[in-house]
């Protein structure tokens, strides 16, 4: 990347959130970006969703070993939402003021699509707990990662080995099918701020089309400097 381009980037820091299925490569991906983003001298903070702070890895705990799901969707939508408060307040935040890019696996794209089209919860009540927790604050660029359910299912089998699926990888093959298409929708329906990528291939070529979304979102240079960018 050209100096120049890194020049242009000064100021509050970019917002860029990861979504996807169970086993859709997020963690890898976020990895592989932070890494070319601190070669470049970007300052980077990797984090996630539920989670991300101390209030809220408490409440991760919670949501995935089920609690959440027998509370039902709307409680569980509660502890989503106080989650994201503590990581929006504590860390989020205080990181994009001070110019450094935040990269999050999750954000409220999941509340939506877990817990609003396949939970059922009122579009209503996501808005009014949205306006609570972040208020106007949004990813300047979401990358939504799309892959089969059933490989992606896989994947994440063998991700956690010999444990025991969390709360929503236990749930059924229709609802990760229903899933995908929740995320897909959410792709088509804001194409200004969502990148839908293909990510049933190896990790170096969705590595690529991630870079190419960052490039064409965010380093605007001449055609003499695209090489820097490549």
């Known amino acids: 990347m050209s100096e120049a381009a890194v020049k242009r980037t000064s100021g509050r820091g970019r917002f ?11 963690s890898t991906q976020i990895k592989t970006l932070a890494e070319r983003l601190n070669a470049a001298k970007l300052r980077t903070l990797v984090t996630r969703e539920p989670g991300g702070s ?4 408490i409440i991760r705990h919670l949501v995935l070993s089920g609690m959440g799901k027998l509370l039902g969707p709307e409680a569980e939508t509660l502890l989503f939402a106080a989650a994201r408060d503590d990581h929006v307040r504590t860390v989020i935040e205080p990181a994009l003021k001070q110019g450094i890019w935040v990269l999050c696996d999750r954000f409220s794209d999941s509340t939506r699509v877990y817990q609003g089209r396949l939970g059922q ?5 996501l808005n009014a707990m949205q306006r609570v927790t972040i208020g106007d ?24 080995g010999t444990g025991a699926p969390d ?4 749930e059924d ?4 099918q229903d899933l995908r298409e929740a995320y897909r929708q959410v792709a088509a ?11 049933n291939a190896d990790a170096a070529t969705v590595a690529a089309s ?4 960052l490039r064409d979102r965010f380093f605007k240079v001449d055609v003499g400097s695209m090489a820097n960018l490549a």
């Not at 860029?16 to 086993?23: L, N, R």
């Not at 709360?167 to 236990?170: G, K, V």
């Not at 093959?173 to 990760?176: D, E, G, N, Y």
């Open 16 to 26: 860029i959130s990861f979504e996807g299925g169970e086993g859709s490569g997020k």
């Open 54 to 57: 101390p209030g809220a890895e």
């Open 121 to 125: 919860v009122a579009p209503e009540v």
């Open 137 to 160: 604050l949004r990813p300047d660029l979401t990358i939504i990662l799309d892959v089969p359910v059933e490989i992606g299912m896989k994947r994440a089998a063998m991700r956690r």
């Open 167 to 170: 709360r929503f990888e236990s």
């Open 173 to 176: 093959l229709k609802f990760h």
């Open 189 to 199: 329906e804001d194409p200004q701020r969502c990148v839908l990528i293909d990510a």
């Open 210 to 213: 991630v870079w190419a979304a």
